[in-house]
């Protein structure tokens, strides 16, 4: 039996968030996730989504990518890019090969991952954006830090805070590890779940954790001169928060 994906959407639109933000992007988000983070505001991909043959992902990939043909960034980048996502894409088996076949083609490819599986197995093409999880998502305790050791200067790790707590564990963890000398760090604000979207499953909010704010957590960035690019998610600017296929 051919390989397959269990897909929950394909779709071109701009990437909104990473060091990439603003270029044209086919996004590929899988189903299924292990994690249950506070904030998460994709809970549909936990279990909506239909089994597919990888030829026929890659196919649609392609297809989306027709009218860009022969589109480049100044630093030689084909358009669009391709990133995998969730849910998390690890997750699945076929999800490493699929990925390299992809980087065969010529695509730029990115996976945002949530950091809780081995990225071992990943093309050495392929631009991991991981997360590393702070204590308000409710599932710190799942960051694989083996896989720090594993990062390219190509790959980025993503810090998304909510509470001051989140802030002073993430400044933390940046300077013990290192981890601005390996790669690129983005710290992300927590953007406030919709009623609608706050999935039953979802972890609780810590009860004895102060809300930080945007500006505050660009402000304390500044004050303690860390090595980290803040980034907004640009999609929930363009369209409304909860709308998906952007």
């Given at each position: 039996?051919?390989?397959s994906l269990v897909v929950n ?161 993430a400044k933390q963890v940046l ?49 303690d001169r860390l090595p980290a ?18």
């Amino acid at each position: 039996m051919s390989a397959s994906l269990v897909v929950n959407e394909i779709y071109l639109s701009l990437q909104g968030e990473s060091s990439w933000a603003g270029w044209p992007c086919i996004f590929v988000r899988l189903t299924g996730c292990g994690l249950r983070c506070s904030y998460c505001d994709t809970a549909y991909a936990f279990t909506q989504g239909k089994r597919q043959p990888v030829a026929d992902v890659i196919a649609e990939v392609r297809r989306l990518a027709e009218s860009y043909a022969g589109a480049r960034t100044p630093d030689g980048h084909r358009l669009p890019l391709v990133e995998f996502t969730g849910g998390e894409p690890m997750l699945q088996a076929p999800t490493p090969a699929t990925l390299r076949a992809l980087c065969d083609e010529g695509f730029t490819v990115l996976i945002e991952t949530g950091g809780a599986h081995d990225l071992s197995g990943l093309d050495p093409r392929v631009r991991a954006i991981m997360d590393l999880k702070a204590p308000s998502s409710g599932e710190a305790a799942k960051n694989r830090w083996a896989n720090l050791p594993l990062l390219k200067p190509i790959d980025e790790v993503k810090f998304v805070l909510g509470s001051w707590e989140d802030y002073a564990w993430a400044k933390q963890v940046l300077l013990e590890h290192r981890i601005a000398g390996r790669c690129t760090v983005l710290f992300s604000w927590v953007a406030p779940l919709e009623p609608h979207q706050r999935d039953s499953s979802l972890k609780p909010f810590p009860a004895d954790h102060r809300p930080i704010s945007r500006r505050e957590l660009v402000e304390a960035m500044i004050a303690d001169r860390l090595p980290a690019r803040f980034q907004l998610q640009q999609h929930k600017f363009i369209w409304p928060v909860d709308q998906r296929g952007v």
